[in-house]
């Protein structure tokens, strides 16, 4: 095992790493875009809007994973070792876990927004979200957030950046740090609306945490993915019962 990086040069990594995932994630969401432009041009644009959305998803999430990918193929990032399922945990004590964090993520995230709309924030400026939503919409959402947005996100924030971080910090150090960057690769969806940072900024934070606390505890990343899926996939539902739209 090579030794371990001093703990700046690891936090300059782990940034890197973070917006880079950003970076890519927004290039392979462009080209992701365009390309679901051009085949849906002159379609229904009932049936456009769900499918270009869904094509956006996918390919920016790509690019988290493809960033994760390959600092593992470099010799700092080698010894990252991802495990999914965490052979030797009981898994009905994950899956209470997952039920837990998950209420509490959601109960967390009302309050919240509760309190953002006492100090004048529109807690749906709070959340990025297509500008044409119905349920056709909501229906790609979904599945997405469980399939695709979950795993490539806690891909590289907890098992590549967190577990390189592990390498330098305490546990709490290394869960701390890779929140804090989980926090940072977010605000461009402030951009439009930047005093809901008082409400997304903690809630991102917060989510960060869990998500890290609940990998390091299990040592399956499946634990901090089903969260995050989940977590996303109600917060979306509530947004949409909101709105009026389901």
Do not use: C
């Amino acid at each position: 095992m090579s030794e371990a990086p001093g703990r700046p040069i690891a936090l300059v990594i782990a940034l890197t790493l973070a917006v880079g995932g950003l970076v890519v994630s927004t290039v392979t969401g462009l080209v992701g875009t365009l390309l679901g432009a051009l085949v849906g041009a002159g379609t229904n644009p009932d049936a456009a809007v769900p499918a270009l959305v869904g094509v956006l998803l996918v390919t920016a999430e790509a690019g988290f994973v493809v960033v994760g990918y390959a600092f593992r193929q470099t010799d700092d990032g080698a010894e990252i070792v991802v495990d999914w399922i965490g052979r030797h945990r009981s898994k009905l004590r994950d899956a209470a876990l997952v039920v837990g964090a998950t209420v509490g993520l959601v109960a967390f995230n009302r309050t919240a927004f509760a309190v953002g709309e006492l100090l004048g924030v529109d807690p749906v400026t709070a959340v990025s979200a297509p500008e044409e939503l119905s349920v056709a919409v909501l229906a790609v959402l979904l599945p997405a957030m469980l399939l695709v947005v979950g795993p490539a996100e806690e891909y590289l924030f907890r098992g590549v950046v967190q577990g390189y971080l592990r390498r330098s910090f305490s546990a709490w150090g290394a869960v701390g740090w890779s929140a804090l960057l989980f926090a940072l690769v977010h605000l461009p969806n402030l951009v439009s609306a930047p005093e809901a940072g008082v409400v997304s900024i903690p809630v991102w934070l917060t989510i960060g945490v869990v998500l890290g606390w609940l990998y390091e505890r299990t040592g399956a990343l499946l634990v901090p993915v089903l969260v995050h899926g989940l977590y996303n996939a109600a917060v979306l539902t509530l947004l949409f019962a909101e709105l009026g739209i389901v």
